[in-house]
């Protein structure tokens, strides 16, 4: 071998040495980057994680914060919404703002209060006084609950006194004509008006007040043949007044004819339940006696069902029927 061709071969190999040498120190410092690299990643991770974390606990106490404020609203409403037997005039006046809702089932459901779930029960006696009366007090002492009766004219001695028992127990006595006497108090707005005075006047001289419930002979959407007023007049006159009318939204139909199966009046109560205010009819008559009968299997149903008992008041959110004049 020459001396040149040595010499070429050691330069090739110093070279190949030399760029052995360079990419094993690249090789070095690529690795050390990528290390660090990833150390970074880690810690940008990691600093994510602590960010939602803290987001995650500050929303927690905002949703706490809802919560407590949702809480407080709902007993405020309670103490607002709690029906009491007191009417008085400026609460009264301010009931004929819910007659612009004509629906009935929209009436109730309207309402945003009890968002606490509580569900009423308004038990109403219509056509009374009556032989009735004394069993149906005795019923309602016995559950200590308390009822609304609409009540007709009816001015002897033994009726007064029946007037006075319902009031003395603490049940509300409302308005349901003094008449009842459909062509009669239906002829005019001034006939109407000539019994509404009468039936005021007459429970104001058993409690001292004027009242201020009514419920219409027939309902509020009632069609008879022989009303002569507009049901809208009539209604837009008791709201002049201070006047609230209810119709109802749980019908036992005791009053489709007498002495009805109490097994069906009971089926039907237990079976319409279905309001946040359930407005019960029943009739307190004479010829109703099988309503009396049913009457501790309907408040028994009540309870059962969780409802709360309430008379109704100018608080009560007014169950109203669509008027179809
Ligand atoms: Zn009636």
Request: overall charge negative.
């Given at each position: ?11 090739v ?51 706490g ?81 308390k ?21 003395d ?17 239906y ?82 109560v ?43 008041s ?8 669509t008027?179809?004049?």
């Amino acid at each position: 071998m020459s001396v040149n061709k040595r010499k070429r071969k050691n330069i090739v190999l110093l070279s190949m040495f030399a760029v052995t040498v360079i990419l094993l120190v690249f090789c070095v410092v690529f690795a050390f980057k990528l290390g660090s690299l990833q150390s970074q990643i880690d810690d940008l991770k990691e600093a994510r994680a602590l960010k939602l974390q803290m987001e995650v606990a500050s929303a927690n106490a905002a949703v706490g914060q809802e919560e407590t404020k949702v809480a407080q609203a709902t007993d405020g409403q309670d103490g607002e919404n709690e029906p009491s037997n007191s009417q008085n005039e400026s609460s009264a006046t301010a009931a004929p703002e819910q007659s612009t809702e004509p629906d009935e089932a929209d009436v109730p459901e309207a309402e945003p209060t009890d968002t606490d779930g509580t569900r009423y029960v308004y038990l109403t006696f219509d056509d009374g006084p009556s032989k009735n009366t004394e069993r149906i007090l005795t019923i309602l002492d016995q559950y200590n609950v308390k009822a609304t009766f609409f009540v007709n004219g009816r001015e002897d001695a033994v009726n007064m006194e029946r007037y006075r028992k319902i009031a003395d127990a603490g049940h509300t006595l409302a308005m349901h004509s003094y008449s009842h006497d459909y062509e009669k108090m239906y002829a005019c707005m001034e006939a109407f008006v000539e019994d509404y005075e009468r039936i005021s006047a007459l429970i104001e001289s058993v409690t001292g007040e004027r009242p201020t419930l009514y419920r219409f002979p027939g309902g509020s959407s009632n069609k008879l043949s022989v009303r002569k007023v507009s049901m809208t007049a009539l209604a837009d006159f008791l709201h002049g007044e201070g006047v609230e009318y209810f119709d109802w939204n749980v019908d036992t139909t005791d009053g489709e004819g007498p002495n009805r199966d109490p097994a069906v009046l009971i089926s039907n109560v237990a079976n319409s339940l279905k309001n946040e205010h359930n407005v019960i009819l029943m009739h307190d008559a004479g010829d109703h006696d099988t309503t009396v009968d049913a009457l501790p299997s309907i408040i028994q149903t009540c309870i059962d069902q969780g409802l709360t008992f309430s008379v109704i008041s100018a608080d009560t959110p007014a169950v109203h029927h669509t008027i179809s004049d």
